[in-house]
């Protein structure tokens, strides 16, 4: 727990929403479990400029599905035309190796999605909308309420044939067109998507430029509204290095979900500016060194996130593989 305590005295105060709280990080306990939803080979990969082989996006779903992880989100049916990387799904799904105990979910934003996603043996999906109106608009072109509105039969019918919904709400913090966002914005998406029968809501800093305080409110105020943090998700981009302070912030208000992508891939085509979501081999690392379980195996993670930054012809994006190469030739000296 070391590391979270010192985490705690740089933000200068405990996070905690009960005020009878008398030490930091009260709400995190050794041997926690937390669930570890890898995104990297959808939200990782849909904005790489360059087609990225099928073969490719197969190995690299099958490599995380030898990791421990329990969640692997594989690929998105939407229109090729504004998420191209996106246009092989189908193949995607039909190649991967399904090992049991994972969850393999893609996108699907409308009744077409949903539908090509059930034909190719979808067994969990997941819904986004926005906390934002100029990203919902410059996402997928409609209101806030507008996209919750389409997602209404979506969900309905995935959950009618035993599909679990899962839901995203984007630029919980603030927007590259609108500017911050108002917690009343957050909780009324997040409850709209929840009534919809999302199974959990994933709050996602889009763009990366969360403090630790800002977090500590919006989750205060989403626990006073009455939301069930155990219903939420931590979904942080780590433009300005701060994903992994929000995610302690996070555990510590009671979420035991946390989005992360191997070798911090990502970004996003509507967010400009945003870097890559906080790097599973770093999340890993905390979270293993604070004595909280995951069944994840962060050396295999590790060799998943050389494999695919290999590929990418690009330098991997996580700090802890870089420290630990960097350490292993000092060493060799």
């Not at 100029?134 to 996209?147: H, Q």
Request: glycine share 8%; net charge neutral; with cysteine.
């Amino acid at each position: 727990m070391a590391l979270l305590r010192r985490s705690s005295q740089v933000f200068g105060q405990a996070f905690r929403f009960s005020s009878a709280s008398v030490s930091p990080f009260l709400n995190i306990a050794q041997n926690d479990f937390v669930k570890i939803v890898e995104v990297g080979p959808r939200d990782g990969l849909q904005n790489e400029k360059e087609f990225v082989p099928t073969d490719v996006k197969v190995e690299l779903i099958n490599q995380l599905s030898e990791t421990g992880l329990q969640a692997i989100e594989s690929t998105a049916f939407v229109s090729p035309k504004w998420v191209p990387q996106m246009a092989d799904n189908e193949a995607v799904l039909a190649g991967i190796r399904r090992k049991e105990g994972i969850s393999y979910p893609v996108l699907t934003p409308n009744m077409k999605g949903l539908e090509s996603a059930i034909a190719a043996g979808a067994t969990e999906v997941a819904v986004f909308a926005a906390a934002s109106e100029g990203f919902s608009r410059k996402n997928i072109n409609c209101s806030v309420a507008e996209s919750i509105a389409r997602f209404e039969p979506v969900c309905e019918r995935a959950l009618s044939v035993g599909i679990k919904v899962r839901g995203y709400v984007s630029c919980v913090i603030s927007c590259p067109f609108d500017g911050r966002i108002s917690s009343a914005q957050v909780i009324d998406a997040t409850q709209r998507l929840l009534s919809l029968g999302c199974y959990e809501v994933s709050l996602g800093d889009t763009i990366g430029v969360a403090s630790p305080a800002q977090v500590s409110r919006l989750l205060r105020d989403m626990d006073m509204a009455g939301i069930d943090m155990r219903a939420l998700a931590a979904h942080f981009h780590d433009t300005y290095g701060m994903a992994l302070c929000n995610l302690v912030v996070a555990l510590d208000a009671g979420i035991r979900t946390v989005d992360s992508s191997v070798a911090g891939l990502g970004g996003c085509p509507y967010a400009p500016g945003a870097s890559g979501n906080v790097a599973t081999e770093s999340v890993l690392y905390m979270l293993q060194e604070s004595g909280m379980h995951t069944g994840v195996d962060l050396e295999k993670v590790t060799a998943v996130g050389q494999f695919i930054s290999g590929k990418l012809c690009r330098v991997n994006g996580s700090t802890v593989t870089r420290a630990r190469e960097a350490q292993s030739k000092s060493v060799k000296r």
